[in-house]
């Protein structure tokens, strides 16, 4: 896979660490139909669509995932819409694809992951085993640095959101937030309007970005200003939902990054370095 790299230097880290970030592979497998007219599971199928690339979102996420295996990296970063729709075949082979994963894999929600489910409650569900078990916000420890994983694909923060992420905040270690839609930061908005207007029209960065209203008890902008505020270690936030890839500041020291999709076979390297 293509590679570009971006370094984060975080002060006090003992070791280097290296992640890869991608998001929207937009993987769609139907179940294969053998000879008698029964439905063969698609995990089997994982080997066919590395070998023959027919099923480019499928490969490229498995390329994805090697990718990551051979840098034996930290982590892989899934920011979301990786399945395309909710089908029983796509569910399969993505859980099967990051069960194989040598690499411990941090996935959050997408606003794709339960599209066309008819119980959105239950298919959300089905993704809790690989989201240590809560869709909704998940953390974990890596000792020196949390990885946390917020639910926004709906574009809402819930109040146990806000609990969750000042909880892992008050750990007081740094934090490196992952969630799908992205904040409408001054980087990113001219970006989005030049890949999204003319088929999304005048409300693209709406639908994509997360604003910042001057109301200050709106939760967009109650979120703006917990990740915002400089007394925190919430040090880079990755994202994904605008199929562009793009780098830059939601406050002084901050960064946020968004990447194109996976199935464009590019991926991001993500060095985190105490140096
Ligand atoms: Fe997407």
Avoid at 173 to 184: F, N, R
Avoid at 205 to 224: N, Q, V
Avoid at 249 to 257: I, L, M, S
Wanted: aromatic share 10%; glycine share 8%.
């Amino acid at each position: 896979m293509d590679q570009e790299t971006v370094t984060l230097k975080i002060p006090g880290l003992t070791r280097t660490y290296t992640f890869f970030h991608t998001s929207d592979a937009h993987v769609e497998i139907a179940l294969e139909t053998d000879a008698e007219g029964g439905k063969q599971r698609a995990e089997y199928a994982a080997e066919k669509y590395t070998n023959e690339g027919s099923n480019i979102p499928a490969s490229t996420l498995l390329n994805a995932i090697r990718t990551a295996d051979e840098a034996k990296a930290d982590g892989l970063f899934l920011c979301g819409d990786i399945g395309d729709h909710y089908t029983e075949g796509t569910i399969q082979f993505i859980r099967a694809a990051l069960k194989e994963a040598k690499t411990e894999v941090f996935y959050v929600m997408g606003n794709h992951e339960c599209a066309g489910a008819e119980d959105k409650g239950s298919a959300r569900q089905t993704f809790a085993e690989m989201m240590f078990g809560c869709p909704d916000f998940w953390a974990r420890d890596l000792g020196e640095i949390l990885i946390v994983g917020l639910d926004n694909s709906d574009k809402y923060y819930t109040e146990e959101q806000f609990a969750f992420l000042n909880e892992q905040i008050a750990k007081n270690k740094p934090i490196l937030l992952l969630m799908h839609a992205p904040l409408m930061t001054d980087a990113i908005i001219d970006p989005v309007k030049e890949k999204w207007s003319e088929e999304m029209g005048a409300g693209a960065c709406d639908y994509f970005l997360i604003d910042r209203p001057e109301d200050t008890s709106h939760p967009y902008r109650r979120f703006w200003d917990l990740v915002q505020n400089p007394e925190n270690h919430i040090m880079a936030i990755f994202a994904g939902h605008v199929h562009l890839s793009n780098d830059g500041e939601f406050a002084p020291g901050k960064r946020q990054y968004t990447m194109v999709p996976t199935y464009m076979g590019e991926i991001r390297k993500v060095i985190v370095t105490g140096e």
